[in-house]
């Protein structure tokens, strides 16, 4: 079965600094969705990548997909205490879009003032 | 971007008792719907994938009986937690796909407690 690893598993930034999010597979991604969450509410979609080498951008959050498409990052720059959170990654299993998701364990960030 | 709405947000039952779950997606139909559930600074498990007018297929291990779920239109989906214990103590969140894109959106979530 597919599983999806995450690092780091907690991140404390202060504010201003850059930081990045990994998210690799053990199977190739054929859909790589990025959320996030604050602890006990829903998800919030962030974006998704489909194509080898695509690379997306909200705001200050760069998300990229790699050629072979078993990694992905997620880039935030000049992160505010807005930005904290934890940031989710899922996958679409099998190899299409089906929208049924694994998730990686999460990252959860801090960003001191 | 498309809405999907849970509801309750909180729920609090006697243990034995049933608790049903509504999720609905506000502005676009959903003929699938995705039901997970979230333990305490775990990550999100899936239980189901929820058919509009079919049974529901449950991922291994998780009780069909227990667990029922109905999606009775193509805007509805429940999940019903039967004769619930505190182990079952958690926080459910329910995701659609809208097909005239890609994105998967979720709702607000659950959250159960089972006394």
């Known amino acids: 079965s597919q599983e999806l690893e995450q690092s780091p598993q907690s991140l404390i930034v202060q504010e201003g600094k850059n930081l990045t999010i990994n998210c690799t597979s053990s199977?190739?991604?054929?859909?790589l969705y990025w959320y996030k969450q604050k602890y006990g509410e829903g998800l919030i979609f962030l974006m998704m990548?489909?194509?080898?080498?695509e690379e997306k951008s909200h705001e200050k959050i760069t998300a990229k997909l790699d050629e072979k498409k078993q990694q992905s990052s997620l880039h935030i720059t000049a992160s505010q205490p807005s930005h904290a959170g934890i940031y989710l990654c899922?996958?679409?299993?099998?190899?299409?879009?089906?929208?049924?998701?694994?998730f990686g364990q999460g990252t959860t960030l801090q960003v001191k003032p | 971007g498309a809405v999907v709405s849970q509801h309750p947000s909180r729920v609090i039952c006697k243990s034995g008792t049933s608790v049903k779950i509504e999720c609905r997606s506000l502005?676009?139909?959903?003929?699938?719907m995705f039901w997970y559930r979230q333990f305490p600074k775990q990550s999100l498990m899936l239980m189901a994938t929820?058919?509009?007018?079919?049974?529901?297929?449950?991922e291994q291990g998780v009780e069909k009986d227990k667990f029922l779920i109905n999606h009775a239109s193509l805007t509805l989906s429940t999940l019903t937690v039967t004769s619930a214990h505190p182990e079952d103590s958690s926080f459910y969140i329910c995701?659609?796909?809208?097909?005239?894109?890609?994105?998967?959106?979720f709702g607000q979530g659950t959250r159960l407690t089972v006394v």
């Open positions: 990548l489909q194509k080898g080498g």
């Open positions: 199977k190739t991604l054929y859909g």
């Open positions: 929820s058919n509009e007018g079919s049974k529901a297929t449950y």
């Open positions: 995701s659609a796909r809208d097909w005239m894109n890609t994105e998967a959106f």
């Open positions: 502005d676009f139909q959903a003929t699938t």
């Open positions: 899922g996958a679409d299993i099998g190899s299409g879009n089906t929208g049924k998701l694994i």
